[in-house]
């Protein structure tokens, strides 16, 4: 099978790098190295950049938080609205006077920004002091680059045009412990009319089932309690395999594998949902009761210029099934205002459609033209105070119904994955219901990685309050 033969030959050319791993290990255990990465974007690269750190780790270096004490600082980019790349091109410029001070520094740029056109040429010239530039489709063999890098004066610059095929054997540094992301497919075919992802992440592409199954048996083997499958479009997997093996069937093995208590997955298209998966989510008891499905707009010509391949009856009809067959289900979504040529009355219709659905909460973006996509060269640009005014009146929207929803959780118990300790608050802890509900409650650290019965004690719009109602080893 070609698919198999592709797979065996890029993972082989991983395991070929092995060779170059010794000498970087040698050179950077002894000097005690450290990284520092800094992430943009979706969680794809979240997880990217955990495997960026795992090949750091497999060759000798140890993270740090602290940029001014870091030996390479890495910029994994997104370039999916306008405002990220304005970040990382601020971000890098700022590094200058690091290297300054450092000389040993060594910069690097990747991701999918680096696969746009012109991207890597203009930092070059733009900043000459950056060390290295490689895109999103030879991620695996940052650890060679990296050792060029080290020894050339000039940037070294590796940009792929097309996808290869799929690598394993990366290893990843989860920043997690009780839960993990895993990739199960990369790319995506569908060709929104705003969205860059396709040109710069490439066809779908979907890892083998064998593939995918160790490595949640491998997580849960090491305490992982819940998994959160990756990919541009889930609910497209395995139509590429010509396997007959769909995201459905993937997920009632994954329902099978011991230890693994719960299953996330993102993102799904409205035009993949099939009725086979809202069966198996009903079914899968540990498939969680929550699905991401991102609507965009609400407007028919909206949408069929995004060529987004559904209709907004197409859409409610969907949300009607999954209701019926699964009544708790909590839905979230995305949505763009400000698409080239959207009237007031088509986002009126945006507004309506979200006043309907209800969404426990909603990703809301202004419209941000991106070079090479057919949206970017019409003519009829929305200009951004009238995006800017409807972005507002819709987080109104979509703000005042997650409180409405989340206040209806007060007085009730939930079942609460303790993740970890808050960000914000050391003294509490922080978890998630099924339905993707952050909650924060108080409680000793020993309920990290169990599921524990909370009452939602407050809500707001973004997360839930609660205390423990039964400890996670009296259920
Ligand atoms: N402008 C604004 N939002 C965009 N998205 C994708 N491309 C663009 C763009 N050009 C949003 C979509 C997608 C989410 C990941 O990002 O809503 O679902
Ligand atoms: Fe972009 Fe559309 Fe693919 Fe999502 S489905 S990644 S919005 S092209």
Redesign the pocket.
Known sequence: MSNRRKDSVSSLERLEQIQYIDNLKNRIFKKGLKYHIVTYG?QMNVHDSEKLAGMLHEIGYTQTDDQRQADLILFNTCC??ENAELRVYGNVGALKSFKQANPNLIIGICGCMMQQNDVSEYIKSTFPFVDLIFGTHNLHRFPLLLLQAMDSNQTVIEILDTEGAVVEHVPAKRAKEVSAWVTIMYGCNNFCS???VPYVRGRERSRLKDDILSEIHELAGRGYKEVTLLGQNVNSYGKDLNHKYLFHNLLRDINEINGIQRIRFM?SHPKDLSDELIQTMAECDKVCKHLHL?I?AGSNRILHSMNRKYTREDYSGLVGKVKAVIPEIALTT???VGFPGETENDFLETLEIVEQVRYDSA?T????P?KGTPAEKRKDQIPQDAKKDRLLRLNDAVNRISLEKNLAYIGRNVEVLVEGVSKNRTDVLTGRTDTNKTVNLKGDSDLIGKIATVEITNAHSWSLEGRVAVPADLL
Not at 365 to 368: A, E, G, P, V
């Open positions: 979706c999916v609205r705003y969205c860059i993102t991102p965009q995305d949505i763009i990703f973006f202004l419209y941000s991106r």
